[in-house]
């Protein structure tokens, strides 16, 4: 997998922002994908509005965004998050599936749409292929 990322973007590490307002969901996402060679990343958020300021200074290559978070969710940021950072890949990463909000988030811009139980290495290569594609 490494190998992948980086034949993908040689030389280059994927900036990402971890968003949600689980402390122990941003530290597994920052422990586990912190760790993959060719992954940094660079800030965390609790809630959507912080995550568009986030994106507004940074414009990472993506953002790993819960749907499902206090003061302005993950499907409400989306569209900021677009408009704040055209390049910014959008990830929405949700504990339960719902179709209809995950058509919703797609509808308003969100690259993607996964499950937090998604393996570390399926989401790493997700996120990979992701930002590769533009």
């Known amino acids: 997998m490494s190998n992948m990322l980086a034949e993908a973007r040689i030389g280059e590490t994927l ?76 990830v929405i990463l949700t504990a339960y599936i719902n179709e209809e909000l995950l058509q919703r988030a797609l509808n308003l811009g969100a690259d993607l749409c996964l499950s937090k139980m998604t393996p570390t290495k399926e989401l790493t290569q997700a996120v990979a292929r992701l930002c590769n594609a533009a």
């Open 15 to 90: 900036e990402i922002i971890v968003v949600d307002d689980e402390p122990d969901i941003r530290f597994m996402l920052r422990m586990t994908l912190g760790r993959e060679p060719g992954i940094e990343i660079v800030r965390e958020a609790t809630n959507g509005e912080q995550a568009v300021k986030l994106v507004r200074e940074k414009c990472p290559d993506a953002i790993l965004l819960d749907i499902g978070m206090p003061v302005m969710d993950g499907i409400e940021a989306t569209p900021y998050i677009r408009s704040a950072c055209a390049k910014t890949k959008i």
